[in-house]
């Protein structure tokens, strides 16, 4: 079984400019999740999908950060314009349903570093 | 507002002996704590979790162990092994499954 992908594996961007990180997840796994890793911490959860409807954004900083779950599949997260502050490794993950014992897949990440 | 903490930031154990990372949560709602594991350059794999209205869940060499009432959890490896050494992450869930994360605690088992 193939697990989550993301591309790309690192990007490196000057402040106020643009970026996007592309998730395919697991098979069949239904709902998707975004996290922010920032060094010496633990992941933070974005933003969560269901199929391809929001679940919970309470922590995305929308002035900015966007995401879209197209067709129920893959998912993009986009950054514009972005911060010094946004340096981080942005995880993404997949499980099959949302109930509390489903397991979260994790992808490799993406290291995002703003200059 | 930090609800999971880990409050060392590394632990240094020789092979053979045992493991034990800590984790103290403030928020009472939590029904579900999960220990994931990671190696650099790689993204966080499951490794053991427990519900809340157990107090000890054992899977191999892995055991977590649950303190409801002083909100603490543990996870114990036994006999630790080179290949173990990894950043450890407690997380806890909400209703809904939204995970929350502690810092982590970078293990190091020294052969």
């Known amino acids: 079984e193939a697990g989550v992908a993301q591309s790309p594996r690192y990007k490196i961007i000057e402040k106020r400019q643009s970026v996007a990180f592309w998730c395919n997840p697991i098979?069949?796994?239904?709902?998707l999740y975004w996290y922010q890793q920032i060094l010496g911490q633990g992941p933070k959860l974005l933003i969560q999908?269901?199929?391809?409807?929001?679940?919970?954004d309470s922590q995305l900083p929308k002035d900015r950060f966007s995401a879209e779950r197209l067709k129920g599949v893959d998912s993009t997260l986009k950054i514009q314009p972005a911060k010094l502050e946004d340096s981080a490794v942005y995880l993404c993950?997949?499980?099959?349903?949302?109930?509390?014992?489903?397991?979260?897949?994790f992808g490799p990440g993406t290291r995002l570093t703003v200059l | 507002d930090q609800q999971v903490k880990q409050n060392s930031p590394s632990l240094s154990v020789q092979e053979g002996r045992i493991s034990i990372l800590n984790c103290d949560y403030t928020?009472?709602?939590?029904?579900?704590f999960l220990w994931y594991k990671k190696y650099p350059a790689e993204g966080p794999t499951f490794l053991i979790s427990i519900s809340s209205i157990k107090d000890k869940n054992e899977d191999g060499r892995f055991t977590v162990f649950l303190n409801k009432s002083a909100k603490h959890l543990s996870l114990h490896i036994v006999p630790s092994q080179p290949g173990d050494s990894a950043v450890y992450f407690c997380a806890a869930k909400k209703y809904g499954n939204k995970l929350v994360f502690g810092a982590g605690t970078i293990l190091r088992v020294k052969s």
């Open positions: 999908f269901q199929n391809n409807g929001v679940v919970d």
């Open positions: 993950a997949s499980s099959s349903g949302g109930a509390s014992t489903d397991t979260q897949y």
């Open positions: 098979s069949g796994h239904a709902t």
């Open positions: 928020n009472s709602m939590f029904d579900y």
